[in-house]
């Protein structure tokens, strides 16, 4: 496949250090087979997340040194705010220290004991903060998501029969409807715009807020303009001002797509939603115009909000997850497709077809990767899928995937090969990959803090 070079140039580098295949058993022994405890030393290919760990351009640094530390009012917080108005058409913002801390905003003023949350598909941490609540998280996406070799569009697409459904059923309990665009635990795989505006008008007719989920807006409005009938001679400017002129707010990780390596806002079209949020914020994050961050951080995020709405970036930055999962596919390797907008999703089911669910191939299969090449993947599973809230049983989440998560403006082509030849050489010799077993298992969002052995 033809990738065009980048649209951007290297000015600063970050050495890396392989490790010997002995150092790197000693340190996944360390780190009791789970990715999130190695030490970064220890890794030579970072891809855990595309959240925090991109690049900033010259143009966001040069902005960190006009950063306005004042505790209130911040010029910094001002040019933030314009900025979110101007591409998605919200009046008030309250700044974060990232996209949890605006969902811990959004649902202390929501939810109460028994609501449910409709949404796409949540997030780990947006669902983890329903269920603080002991509210229930609730995803309708399309059936076609959880089926990795169809080919749909947009799959990340809500389920508008569903939707309806449970609004007429349940309604009472429904405080708001809720897109994640895109649709992270569905493989980064993108909302349509005809979706979007069908879910707004439903939530409308039953007197619900809509709120957007937006980590990924950019990369989804990419994919608009590129798959769907009416949006090719669209800018990604107006296709993400349609996007949000549907919802009523917005919850964000500034970490994606705002291309910093921290922060997050949430947005709010109604005025009261607003105020009632600024308690909470000053509780949670800070005085509303800063929100835990500093106004250097709040001049990056403002100039990366832009930056991002580049075509040529975006063409480029799909076009490197596409180059990956192209050169797994040659190979054989399944995967989630069609590829997605911040990952490469590896189905560890058609990967590892002997192995039992109860040794969890995904995550045995992060660890094989790291021993084999130094690379650093996250498992999206059934250890990230945790126990049933009732019966306390594991959860056989129904995709078990490995997220090849590409940071922004980071690694070059030639990582991605070096990649793309530690997966095809697994593939090709799967008894590698050994089953694991907890030694050690917290009680909530346990992938991030567990610890395993081999079976
Ligand atoms: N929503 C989505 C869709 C996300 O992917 C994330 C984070 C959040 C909300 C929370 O934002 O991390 O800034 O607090 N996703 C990261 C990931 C952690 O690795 O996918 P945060």
Redesign the pocket.
């Known amino acids: 496949m033809k990738i065009v070079p980048p649209p951007y140039r290297i000015k600063v580098v970050e050495p890396l250090e392989m490790t010997t295949r002995a150092e790197r058993e000693a340190y996944l022994e360390e780190a009791g087979y789970n990715p999130f405890l190695l030490p970064s030393k220890a890794v030579y290919i970072d891809l855990?997340?595309?959240?925090?760990t991109g690049s900033m351009s010259d143009n966001q640094w040069a902005g960190m040194m006009i950063g306005d530390e004042a505790y209130a009012g911040s010029n910094n917080f001002y040019h933030l705010q314009e900025t979110i108005e101007e591409i998605m058409g919200f009046r008030y913002v309250i700044p974060t220290h990232?996209?949890?801390?605006a969902?811990n905003i959004l649902f202390t003023v929501m939810l109460k004991e028994g609501d449910i949350v409709p949404n796409n598909m949540h997030?780990d941490?947006?669902k983890a903060h329903v269920q603080y609540r002991k509210a229930k998280a609730l995803d309708l996406v399309i059936d076609e998501a959880y089926d990795p070799s169809s080919q749909h569009p947009f799959k990340g697409d809500m389920n508008t029969e569903k939707l309806r459904e449970v609004l007429t059923r349940d309604g009472d309990r429904i405080p708001l409807v809720m897109m994640?665009v895109t649709c992270?635990?569905g493989g980064g795989q993108p909302v349509s715009m005809a979706n979007l505006r069908e879910v707004s008008e439903i939530a409308k007719a039953f007197g619900k807020p809509l709120y957007i989920?937006s980590?990924?807006f950019a990369e989804n409005a990419y994919f608009i303009k590129l798959r769907e009938e009416g949006y090719q001679d669209k800018a990604i400017a107006e296709i993400v001002k349609e996007m949000f002129s549907y919802a009523d707010g917005a919850?964000m990780?500034?970490?994606?797509d705002a291309l910093v390596n921290i922060g997050?806002f949430a947005a709010f079209k109604d005025e009261e939603m607003y105020r009632k949020s600024t308690v909470w914020a000053v509780f949670f994050e800070g005085f509303p115009t800063y929100g835990g961050l500093a106004g250097r951080d709040l001049e990056a995020m403002a100039r990366g909000l832009k930056e991002v709405l580049d075509f040529d970036y975006l063409a480029y930055r799909t076009g490197q997850i596409k180059y990956l999962a192209d050169r797994l596919l040659e190979a054989g390797v399944p995967i989630m497709e069609p590829a997605g907008g911040h990952a490469v999703y590896l189905d560890a089911l058609r990967f590892l077809p002997d192995m039992p669910r109860e040794h969890f191939p995904a995550f045995a299969l992060t660890s094989a990767l790291y021993l084999e090449g130094g690379i650093r993947a996250?498992e999206i599973g059934s250890v990230l899928a945790g126990r049933d809230q009732e019966t306390n049983e594991n959860v056989y989440s129904s995709l078990e995937l490995v997220r090849l998560?590409i940071p922004r403006r980071t690694y070059t082509e030639r990582h991605l090969d070096a990649i793309a030849d530690a997966v095809i050489s697994l593939y090709q010799n799967p008894t590698r990959v050994k089953g694991l077993k907890f030694i050690y298992e917290p009680p909530v969002l346990r992938h991030f803090t567990a610890r395993f052995n081999y079976v």
Request: no cysteine; aromatic share 4%; charged share 25%.
């Open positions: 855990l997340t595309d959240s925090g990232q996209g949890r801390g969902e997030f941490t947006t994640t992270n635990s989920d980590a990924r919850t990780s500034g970490k994606k997050g996250v998560t």
